[in-house]
């Protein structure tokens, strides 16, 4: 398909759309996990098990920012490969 065609344009906004999608929920995963384990040392070096509280709270929130992005858009990878995936998958889609 030539980038030129408008078509075009619109197929790649879209897959770039769903790319940053999914490297939102994977900055989201990323920072979950590293303030978490860090709560969990805190909680560990008080005597208490108080960090399973907000871990608990925030994965809920996780798992549906996931089931969001990973079930209505499908796949994953890195920004640039996601880029590609959609388009391909785009094109695909429209006979292309």
Do not use: F, K
């Amino acid at each position: 398909m030539n980038p030129s065609n408008p078509q075009y344009n619109d197929i790649d906004r879209l897959a770039r759309r769903r790319a940053g999608a999914r490297m939102g929920w994977y900055v989201h995963a990323l920072v979950y996990l590293s303030v978490n384990a860090v709560l969990a040392m805190l909680s560990l070096s008080s005597g208490r098990h108080w960090a399973i509280y907000p871990a608990l709270g925030w994965g809920l929130g996780l798992l549906i920012h996931g089931l969001v992005v990973w079930v209505t858009l499908g796949g994953g990878g890195l920004q640039q490969r996601l880029v590609a995936q959609e388009r391909e998958r785009l094109l695909r889609e429209r006979g292309e």
